[in-house]
């Protein structure tokens, strides 16, 4: 079974960027769709980002603003956010699934693999 590490969380300013990764422990790309999910204190869990081989889905509070990505030598996932606000601040995890539907790779109950998660802070 795959597994995920996640990092690059941290704080910053409103307008600010931050990159996370998360390094898969073998080679995702063609095997496994891929998405990000977050969740802030007293609230659920949403999808903000999803990748399946060359097919990409964006929540649409962060479209725009944040770019999903994966370098398939390195097995590594990434999340490029830029043009932070404090209503993003939450810990974000990475999730992994064979064969999800393109449609539905928000989904999180259909996640089997999931990192330990990054905290993002986004002050005013």
């Known amino acids: 079974q795959v597994q995920l590490v996640e990092s690059g969380g941290g704080s910053v300013q409103a307008g600010g960027s931050l990159r996370l990764s998360c390094a898969a422990s073998?080679?995702?790309?063609?095997?496994?769709?891929m998405a990000w999910f977050r969740q802030a204190p007293g609230k659920e869990r949403e999808g903000v980002a999803g990748i399946c081989s060359d097919y990409t889905t964006y929540a649409d509070s962060v479209k725009g603003r944040f770019t999903i990505s994966q370098d398939n030598a390195k097995n590594t996932l990434y999340l490029q956010m830029n043009s932070l606000k404090p209503e993003d601040t939450a810990m974000y995890y990475c999730?992994?699934?064979?064969?999800?539907?393109?449609?539905?790779?928000?989904?999180?109950?259909?996640?089997?693999?999931w990192g330990q998660g990054t905290q993002v802070t986004v002050s005013p």
């Open positions: 999730a992994a699934q064979r064969g999800v539907a393109w449609g539905l790779l928000l989904r999180s109950s259909l996640y089997l693999y």
């Open positions: 073998e080679y995702t790309y063609s095997r496994y769709c």
